[in-house]
């Protein structure tokens, strides 16, 4: 059972709130989040390829992957791991390469609910603008689609275990 509950996006607060529940236990979930074989599974929308070119999932540890569209364009995104990564949650910077500077904060928590996972996601925008400017070019699309083949991948990593 996957349960999503959308994004919140209150008028003039420059910050996203969701939560879904995701059928598999919360060590599971966080392995799907840092493993980079398993993040490069499910993280973006299924028409884009991509590909990880750095992932070091610790405190200060840096990330960086490329989005390939189909007709070969390329979309750079970057960012920091702040605090250990941990099933508990995780903080990072993110920053999409074509609009530098404009970087947002992203946390994400696991809460064991039963045999579920309830995560958590918050984003912190720099401006109003530049969160309205990310839900205009697709953003919740993408989100709700990635997390969509997150669900695909718990379950096929459950019949795997």
């Given amino acids: 059972m996957t349960e999503t509950t959308g994004l919140a ?5 420059p910050q996203l709130k969701g939560s879904r529940t995701f059928d598999a236990p919360p060590e599971l979930v966080f392995r799907a989040w840092t493993e980079p074989e398993l993040v490069v599974q499910w993280l973006g929308p299924r028409r884009l390829k991509m590909r990880i070119e750095e992932w ?12 390939i569209d ?3 364009s390329e979309y750079g995104f970057r960012g920091v791991f702040h605090g250990t990564p941990s099933v508990d949650g995780i903080v990072q910077t993110f920053e999409f390469e074509g609009a530098p500077g404009h970087v947002q904060l992203d946390t994400v928590s ?5 045999d579920t996972t309830l995560a958590r996601f918050n984003t912190v925008f720099q401006t109003v603008e530049a969160r309205d400017a990310m839900l205009e070019h697709g953003m919740e ?3 709700t689609e990635s997390l969509e083949r997150l669900d695909e991948l718990l379950a096929s990593m459950k019949t795997n275990v």
Avoid: L, N
Avoid at 56 to 67: E, L, N, P, Q
Avoid at 110 to 114: C, M, P, Q, T
């Fill in 9 to 13: 996006v209150e008028p003039g607060i």
């Fill in 56 to 67: 070091d999932a610790r405190h200060g540890g840096r990330w960086r992957y490329i989005h």
């Fill in 70 to 72: 189909e007709d070969g």
């Fill in 110 to 114: 696991f809460e064991r609910v039963g």
């Fill in 141 to 143: 699309q993408g989100w």
